[in-house]
């Protein structure tokens, strides 16, 4: 359609490559605006939000010595349900079962807790992810379009290029 508009071979074979250099520059300014936003949040004070809080806790697996993941639940009374956050497994020891020990901590922490259920949402486009909260029983309760992630402009190049989908799910542990 490029070349019937513009009758330039150039600007047609230029025009994908430009579009996929938009999207990543557009990708890489969201989502390190959005890494930025937690290292100045919740992350920067590990203590203060997930070890203090009555129903909350933080949780480091170490492998050799070294940091190769991490987990935090954070507690809401009002529905008594544990929210599992920041999952995340060093991409070099991924597929090793640290990321289901880590899940499963926080589901024996729930239930030690008396809590009705555990909940999370994610952004991960990596199937891998889905699979994995799955496996630890977790039942997919839909999808947000056009999830606004803390940092996101919303501006219209931003949202022509980058748009992210919002995954819920909770899993059961006990009825209210």
Known sequence: MCFVVTKSFLLTCC?????MGMRYYFSRKVILHYLDCALHTDMSDI????????????WVAVLDGNVVGIVAARGNEEDNTVELRRMSVDSNYRGK???????????EFAMLNNYSS????????KMAAHKLYESLGFKHMGVVEHYALPGMTRSLLERMFFQVRYH???LQLREE
Do not use: D, H
Request: hydrophobic residues 45%.
């Open 15 to 19: 025009l994908p490559i430009f579009l």
């Open 47 to 58: 203590e203060q939000y997930y070890m203090k809080p009555p129903g909350s806790c933080f």
């Open 97 to 107: 079962g640290i990321a289901k020990a880590l899940g499963r901590k926080v589901l």
């Open 118 to 125: 555990v909940v999370l949402g994610t952004t991960a486009v």
């Open 168 to 170: 819920r799910y909770r």
